[in-house]
């Protein structure tokens, strides 16, 4: 079983930054593929970022490549995502999640457990 928390979130201008910060419970955080997600008003839930149970390899949504980093800490159970040049189209919820394949994964239906999401809003 594993609980996430986001925090992080909030309103900022088109080019600022913003660091979303995901708290784990449990004693087998070590054993999950982490990821965020977003979900844009009135559209479906897209993968922005993902991580194997490492943290030693990443990989990203094609609409924040180069502009977002996804980190891991693994004795802090904790997940980041650094985000740059943030742009009126990055505004939606964050969730971050966690998946039994450790490999991590892009697909939505293949994480287990989900936070409660945190709101991004990017004014133009």
């Known amino acids: 079983q594993v609980q996430l928390v986001e925090s992080g979130g909030g309103l900022v201008q088109a080019g600022d930054s913003l660091r979303l910060s995901c708290a784990a419970s449990?004693?087998?955080?070590?054993?999950?593929?982490m990821g965020w997600f977003r979900q844009p008003p009135g559209k479906e839930r897209e993968f922005v970022a993902g991580?194997?149970?490492?943290?030693?390899?990443?990989f990203y949504g094609d609409s924040v490549k180069g502009r977002f980093t996804i980190s891991r800490d693994n004795v802090k159970k904790s997940v980041v995502l650094q985000m740059n040049s943030l742009k009126p189209e990055d505004t939606a919820v964050y969730y971050c999640?966690?998946?039994?394949?450790?490999?991590?994964?892009?697909?939505?239906?293949?994480?287990?457990?989900w936070g409660q999401g945190t709101q991004v809003t990017v004014s133009s």
């Open positions: 991580t194997n149970w490492s943290g030693g390899s990443t």
């Open positions: 999640a966690a998946t039994s394949d450790v490999t991590g994964s892009a697909r939505s239906g293949q994480y287990d457990y």
């Open positions: 449990g004693r087998t955080f070590g054993n999950y593929g």
